[in-house]
């Protein structure tokens, strides 16, 4: 006897559990309303909205997936993208979904054995469903998607949509004698082989073509316009990506168990980047804090010159009060503003003296000519050991009419 069913619907399977995920394909979310997160897209940086997910760019590849999609929903089969991580296969492969197929219902099985009962709760509903499998290496093997699996899917027109990573793709399309690895492995490997061999995978790019760098640069979003002023060498969608995922990283690295003085490395170049040091450093500055740098930046050659032009510091006459930065440390700071192109404020704290300090102190010796008396003195070094070169240089004068004719 036949009726009208209202409300949820729960399919089991004879003698096997099925997870509470897969037992009601009307609470499967609907493809034109997915969240795009949930659909497995990378987090960018959110904008002022808190909205992790930019706007979408079309891809060279887009009419190629679409179309495969639209016919795998009416002949069945599996469309497949390939790519390098962060490449945007899995927005691509979102975007043509919810565009193509926007009223069915979207099942993402979290392995090989839940891709099975997934299918076998299709086949019990009228529903209309699609297959998501981002990361399609997890669900190929002898107990999960293999050539009999496929072909079933192909009979009961349900279209899959999948994306697999370059590296996976070449191990299982190739994979080595079952000679060379355990049984286990065999299977999984020849049985994904099967299915690969069956399949013309869509090539995603990593590295945008100019037609997709030009669509890139239409757009209004901040952090698109951002990847593209700096993605240098890397795809804009790697770019968008990697800010999250390397904070997260660096974030767990202070926990216990994690890796601290990596954490504490990259700690420090974020210092250097607030501070406007942006530039590539040479590793001595990195490893030799403190001291060290000041050394380096006035080796004791200098020193010993600059201490022979710099007047003697005032003396209290009262006595007392704070201890006077060392003349050698501010020089060095001095130093580091004039060759590092940062600001007075942004004197990193290693050279033990306020930026106030270091601006007042070079405003002092500024006022004593310190450095026109240094470069005098470093010229005349230079020309007694020979070393001034003399083949180019450039003479200056200027006239200026006598007054009342003396002279």
């Given at each position: 006897?036949?009726?009208?069913?209202?409300?949820?619907?729960?399919?089991?399977?004879?003698?096997?559990?099925?997870?509470?995920?897969?037992?009601?394909?009307?609470?499967?979310?609907?493809?034109?309303?997915w969240d795009a997160l949930a659909a497995g897209t990378h987090r960018s940086r959110p904008d002022d909205f808190?909205?992790?997910?930019?706007?979408?760019?079309?891809?060279?590849?887009?009419?190629?997936?679409?179309?495969?999609?639209?016919?795998?929903?009416?002949?069945?089969?599996?469309?497949?993208?390939?790519?390098?991580?962060?490449?945007?296969?899995?927005?691509?492969?979102?975007?043509?979904?919810?565009?193509?197929?926007?009223?069915?219902?979207?099942?993402?099985?979290?392995?090989?054995?839940?891709?099975?009962?997934?299918?076998?709760?299709?086949?019990?509903?009228?529903?209309?469903?699609?297959?998501?499998?981002?990361?399609?290496?997890?669900?190929?093997?002898?107990?999960?998607?293999?050539?009999?699996?496929?072909?079933?899917?192909?009979?009961?027109?349900?279209?899959?949509?999948?994306?697999?990573?370059?590296?996976?793709?070449?191990?299982?399309?190739?994979?080595?004698?079952?000679?060379?690895?355990?049984?286990?492995?065999?299977?999984?490997?020849?049985?994904?082989?099967?299915?690969?061999?069956?399949?013309?995978?869509?090539?995603?790019?990593?590295?945008?073509?100019?037609?997709?760098?030009?669509?890139?640069?239409?757009?209004?979003?901040?952090?698109?316009?951002?990847?593209?002023?700096?993605?240098?060498?890397?795809?804009?969608?790697?770019?968008?990506?990697?800010?999250?995922?390397?904070?997260?990283?660096?974030?767990?690295?202070h926990r216990p168990g994690g890796h601290p003085r990596a954490a504490a490395l990259i700690a420090a170049a974020?210092?250097?980047?607030?501070?406007?040091?942006?530039?590539?450093?040479?590793?001595?500055?990195?490893?030799?804090?403190?001291?060290?740098?000041?050394?380096?930046?006035?080796?004791?050659?200098?020193?010993?010159?600059?201490?022979?032009?710099?007047?003697?510091?005032?003396?209290?006459?009262?006595?007392?009060?704070?201890?006077?930065?060392?003349?050698?440390?501010?020089?060095?700071?001095?130093?580091?503003?004039?060759?590092?192109?940062?600001?007075?404020?942004?004197?990193?704290?290693?050279?033990?003296?306020?930026?106030?300090?270091?601006?007042r102190r070079f405003t002092d010796w500024s006022t004593a000519r310190v450095w026109a008396k240094l470069h005098?003195?470093?010229?005349?070094?230079?020309?007694?050991?020979?070393?001034?070169?003399?083949?180019?240089?450039?003479?200056?004068?200027?006239?200026?009419?006598?007054?009342?004719?003396?002279?």
């Amino acid at each position: 006897m036949a009726g009208t069913i209202t409300g949820p619907v729960t399919f089991t399977t004879a003698g096997k559990h099925v997870p509470v995920y897969l037992q009601d394909p009307l609470r499967w979310p609907l493809a034109g309303g997915w969240d795009a997160l949930a659909a497995g897209t990378h987090r960018s940086r959110p904008d002022d909205f808190g909205d992790a997910v930019p706007p979408y760019v079309p891809r060279d590849q887009d009419a190629v997936i679409r179309t495969r999609l639209t016919r795998a929903a009416h002949e069945g089969g599996l469309v497949l993208v390939v790519g390098d991580s962060t490449a945007g296969k899995t927005r691509a492969c979102f975007e043509a979904l919810r565009a193509e197929l926007p009223e069915y219902r979207v099942v993402a099985p979290a392995g090989g054995a839940d891709l099975l009962t997934a299918v076998e709760v299709i086949d019990r509903t009228a529903v209309r469903c699609v297959v998501w499998l981002d990361d399609l290496e997890s669900c190929l093997g002898p107990d999960g998607l293999e050539p009999g699996l496929l072909a079933e899917l192909i009979r009961l027109r349900i279209p899959v949509l999948a994306t697999m990573r370059h590296q996976q793709f070449e191990i299982f399309a190739a994979p080595e004698t079952t000679s060379e690895m355990g049984t286990e492995h065999a299977r999984t490997a020849t049985a994904g082989a099967r299915v690969l061999r069956q399949l013309d995978p869509v090539e995603l790019n990593r590295i945008w073509t100019p037609g997709e760098l030009e669509r890139a640069g239409e757009g209004e979003d901040d952090r698109i316009a951002d990847a593209l002023a700096h993605h240098g060498t890397y795809g804009i969608a790697e770019y968008l990506a990697a800010g999250p995922a390397l904070l997260q990283e660096w974030r767990r690295a202070h926990r216990p168990g994690g890796h601290p003085r990596a954490a504490a490395l990259i700690a420090a170049a974020v210092d250097l980047a607030r501070t406007g040091l942006r530039r590539c450093l040479d590793w001595c500055w990195i490893v030799a804090p403190g001291m060290d740098i000041v050394l380096r930046l006035v080796p004791d050659r200098l020193w010993e010159i600059f201490q022979d032009v710099v007047p003697e510091p005032p003396v209290r006459a009262q006595g007392g009060g704070r201890r006077r930065c060392d003349d050698r440390a501010v020089l060095a700071a001095i130093i580091f503003v004039a060759t590092s192109g940062c600001t007075w404020r942004q004197v990193p704290p290693v050279f033990g003296a306020s930026w106030q300090t270091v601006h007042r102190r070079f405003t002092d010796w500024s006022t004593a000519r310190v450095w026109a008396k240094l470069h005098r003195v470093v010229l005349d070094q230079l020309g007694r050991n020979g070393e001034l070169d003399w083949s180019r240089c450039a003479i200056d004068s200027a006239s200026v009419r006598a007054v009342k004719g003396g002279l």
